[in-house]
């Protein structure tokens, strides 16, 4: 089987979503998603504060797609159309065939099972379809969410990540969490 060649951006769909590339029409979404406070907490990231700063975020989806090294989709809700999140690969290593997940949605959409659902085709793309050993997650300590989102779709904390990431102003404390193929074939495939 031939390795995805990055050529065309993989479009996705689930019951209620369709994962698709970002578009100059998600500069408004992607900018509430940003700006809200609630949903930049555990990340590295200030909230935006105009819309030139979402579409750099933009600019940035497709440059680590052009470099071969990430993949985001924006989240489409099929109801409305609108926007309401994103998910994908980061820090992706062909030779180590190893990427990070990360995922983000609109607060007034959490706790609906929609990044469950979302993250269910895009694990496995990870491992069918870019042929990951190991697709990893870090999480800040106190991310509940977060870390409940991982447990239900199978990742395992395997270790502690001490004072790894700088945040206001202090070094904090992240959860390394990892789904290795053999994982993925015993808790996804029939
Ligand atoms: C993390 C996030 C994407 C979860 O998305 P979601 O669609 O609400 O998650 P789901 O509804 O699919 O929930 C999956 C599981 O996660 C756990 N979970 C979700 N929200 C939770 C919360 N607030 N507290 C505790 N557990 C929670 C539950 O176990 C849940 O399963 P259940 O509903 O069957 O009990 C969302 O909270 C978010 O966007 N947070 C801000 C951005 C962020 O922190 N990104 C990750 C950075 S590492």
Same mark, same amino acid.
């Given at each position: 089987?031939?390795?995805?060649?990055?050529?065309?951006?993989?479009?996705?769909?689930?019951?209620?979503?369709?994962?698709?590339?970002?578009?100059?029409? &998600?500069?408004?979404?992607?900018?509430?998603?940003?700006?809200?406070?609630?949903?930049?907490?555990?990340?590295?990231?200030?909230?935006?504060?105009?819309?030139?700063?979402?579409?750099?975020?933009?600019?940035?989806?497709?440059?680590?797609?052009?470099?071969?090294?990430?993949?985001?989709?924006?989240?489409?809700?099929?109801?409305?159309?609108?926007?309401?999140?994103? @998910?994908?690969?980061?820090?992706?290593?062909?030779?180590?065939?190893?990427?990070?997940?990360?995922?983000?949605?609109?607060?007034?959409?959490?706790?609906? !099972?929609?990044?469950?659902?979302?993250?269910?085709?895009?694990?496995?793309?990870?491992? &069918?379809?870019?042929?990951?050993? @190991?697709?990893?997650?870090?999480?800040?300590?106190?991310?509940?969410?977060?870390? !409940?989102?991982?447990?239900?779709?199978?990742?395992?904390?395997?270790?502690?990540?001490?004072?790894?990431?700088?945040?206001?102003?202090?070094?904090?404390?992240?959860?390394?969490?990892?789904?290795?193929?053999? &994982?993925?074939?015993?808790?996804?495939?029939?």
């Amino acid at each position: 089987m031939t390795l995805f060649s990055f050529e065309f951006f993989p479009r996705m769909e689930t019951e209620r979503f369709i994962l698709r590339k970002s578009e100059e029409r &998600d500069i408004t979404d992607l900018y509430e998603l940003y700006s809200d406070q609630e949903v930049i907490k555990y990340t590295l990231l200030q909230p935006f504060l105009d819309h030139n700063e979402a579409r750099q975020e933009m600019n940035w989806y497709h440059e680590i797609f052009e470099q071969q090294i990430g993949i985001r989709w924006l989240i489409e809700d099929k109801a409305t159309g609108k926007m309401i999140g994103t @998910c994908g690969f980061l820090h992706y290593v062909k030779e180590y065939a190893r990427s990070e997940i990360g995922y983000d949605l609109v607060p007034a959409y959490w706790r609906r !099972g929609i990044m469950s659902e979302v993250a269910a085709p895009i694990i496995a793309f990870g491992f &069918d379809t870019l042929q990951l050993h @190991c697709i990893e997650a870090k999480v800040d300590v106190v991310n509940a969410a977060s870390i !409940g989102l991982l447990s239900k779709l199978g990742f395992k904390q395997d270790r502690e990540l001490i004072e790894y990431e700088f945040e206001a102003g202090q070094f904090i404390e992240l959860l390394h969490f990892a789904m290795l193929r053999r &994982d993925y074939r015993r808790l996804w495939l029939p």
